[in-house]
Every structure is written in C-alpha cells, then in structure tokens.
C-alpha cells in the first residue's frame, strides 16, 4: 500500500520563477491539503483539495495556486518567486469523510530560491 | 494568543525515563488532535490521534486530552534515543466543510543514553 508520494524531493529555483509541485495521495484517500514548513516552524495549511475542488485557502496570497485531477492526485503552483517562498512543501491525504480523518503527509519538497 | 501552543524545549530526558510534551490550544470547538514525530530533515509522521477527553495508549504512547482546559499531552514510557525528534501537536478546525490542521511550532526531544 503506497503511502503519500511527492515530487521533485529537491528543487532549487530564482526570484522571479514558477514552481509546480506534484502530490499522490495514499490509496483510498479523496482529500489533499498542502502546507508549507519553515525552519523551526509547524506546518502551515496552505489550501485544500477535494472534488477537484479548492475548499479552503490559508493565509497565504493568490501566488500560490493547485489543482486535483480526477485520481485525486494534486498539484502546487507558486508563481512569481519570493526569497521567503523557501521551505519544505508538504502533501498530506485523508480518507473519504465519515472515517477518521487523520492527515497522512508526504516526504516533502525542500524548495530553496536564491 | 497563538492558536497552538507548545514549549519549543529542548526537553531531555535519560534513556528509560518518562517523556511528557504538551499542548495548549485556542479553539474550544476543536473536536480532533494529533501527535505528529518529525525527525530532522524528514516529515511529520502521525503517531497518536485522541477525539475523547481522557487517556489514549499505543504501545509506548500515551495521549492525554482535556478539553475543559483545553489541553492535550503525549507521554513516552521508557524513552529511548530514538524518539530523539520534534514532536508536533496539531489541533483540527472546521470550517466550511474542511478540516484543516493547526500546528505548534514542536517540541524538540532529546534521549540521552
């Protein structure tokens, strides 16, 4: 039973760029939250995905950006680059609602820009 | 007042003692609550997940919640060095219709041999 995959694990990007990154959910979940970790912080709730449909939005500007597919699959866009846009990009799935909803994250995409 | 609470420590403890964390949070309406182990460079991992006021136990694990107080903690029984990590609390909020998580900033636990 795979758990939740990520990809790239690594990027490193300029001021300016546009980064897509891409989630899997674990098999049998529907829902995908993104979060965004700085150094020494907890991880912050950037927006959900459900229906392929964005649920709700964190505090965090219309730079950032997703998408779920039909597989619920799910993908992170940030445009227009900040220095402060560098941190660790967390997927996390949950099952269909009813069940338990505890939140199961993925590896991660270290994002560093320069 | 932040959302989520918790000490940032470092808390250490010797191999083979009791671990206590804890966790303060805002939201009287929060119904779930969540332990996530974050080892360095690594994500968070769920270990404990608590929905009822009282105690919760998973092997090593205990997970305490009172929500009068609004408090909830996670011991390790018999500490070993590799729990060595940063426990984070995260506390669920609903709204229209999503359950996001709020996290603390974690508490760094240390196990020394």
């Known amino acids: 039973d795979a758990g939740v995959t990520q990809s790239p694990t690594h990027l490193i990007k300029t001021r300016g760029q546009q980064v897509t990154l891409r989630c899997s959910p674990k098999?049998?979940?529907?829902?995908v939250s993104w979060y965004q970790q700085a150094l020494g912080q907890g991880p912050q709730f950037i927006f959900q995905?459900?229906?392929?449909?964005?649920?709700q939005r964190g505090n965090f500007p219309d730079r950032f950006s997703g998408h779920q597919f039909p597989n619920y699959s799910s993908e992170l866009n940030v445009n227009a680059l900040l220095l402060g846009d560098s941190a660790l990009y967390l997927c996390?799935?949950?099952?269909?609602?009813?069940?338990?909803?505890?939140?199961?994250f993925g590896p991660g995409t270290r994002l560093t820009v320069t | 007042q932040k959302e989520v609470e918790q000490n940032s420590g470092p808390l250490s403890v010797p191999e083979g003692a009791i671990a206590s964390l804890n966790c303060t949070y805002s939201?009287?309406?929060?119904?779930?609550f969540f332990w996530y182990r974050q080892y360095s460079g690594k994500s968070p991992e769920l270990i404990m997940s608590?929905?009822?006021?009282g105690d919760k136990e998973d092997g090593r694990f205990t997970a305490q919640l009172n929500k009068a107080s609004q408090y909830v903690s996670l011991l390790i029984r018999d500490s070993q060095p590799s729990d060595s990590a940063t426990y984070l609390c995260?506390?669920?909020?609903?709204?229209?219709?999503?359950?996001?998580?709020?996290f603390g900033t974690g508490t760094r636990l240390q196990v020394f041999p």
């Open positions: 098999s049998g979940h529907d829902t």
């Open positions: 995260a506390v669920e909020t609903q709204s229209y219709n999503t359950d996001k998580l709020i």
């Open positions: 608590i929905y009822s006021n």
């Open positions: 995905y459900y229906e392929e449909e964005e649920r």
């Open positions: 939201d009287r309406g929060s119904q779930s």
């Open positions: 996390a799935s949950s099952p269909p609602s009813g069940t338990p909803d505890e939140q199961y």
